[in-house]
């Protein structure tokens, strides 16, 4: 069983920044493909970003190109987003998740194909 715990949520005024961090008790850190989705009010959880197990090769969604950025330390079990930019339509309860032995693609845009995921940090952005 691997407990991923995610902190660095809060509120910030809509072009300012956000660190988040997600700290994974896994052992063997370095087996897991890492993610962070997102769930905004009344709507679906929805991809955001996920990075291959040595951090390599990073995936986003099309709305966070050029804003957030995926790294993971696997030294320190800890995967990160960092939020520029932000914007209004990025307040959602922000999870990361942890997929063993998963390989970086088009799969890992979708919730299923995880096996772990953290109980979430809210990020609200006022306009």
């Known amino acids: 069983q691997v407990q991923l715990v995610e902190s660095g949520g809060g509120l910030v005024q809509a072009g300012g920044s956000l660190s988040l961090a997600c700290a994974a008790s896994?052992?063997?850190?370095?087996?897991?493909?890492m993610g962070w989705f997102r769930q905004a009010p009344g709507k679906e959880r929805e991809f955001v970003a996920a990075?291959?197990?040595?951090?390599?090769?990073?995936r986003y969604t099309d709305s966070v190109k050029g804003r957030f950025t995926i790294s993971r330390d696997n030294a320190k079990n800890t995967v990160y987003l960092q939020m520029n930019s932000l914007e209004p339509e990025d307040t959602a309860v922000y999870y990361c998740?942890?997929?063993?032995?998963?390989?970086?693609?088009?799969?890992?845009?979708?919730?299923?194909?995880?096996?772990?995921w953290g109980q979430g940090t809210q990020v609200t952005v006022s306009s």
């Open positions: 990075i291959s197990r040595s951090g390599g090769t990073t």
């Open positions: 998740a942890a997929d063993y032995g998963g390989n970086l693609g088009k799969s890992s845009e979708y919730g299923t194909q995880y096996d772990y």
């Open positions: 896994a052992r063997t850190f370095n087996t897991y493909l």
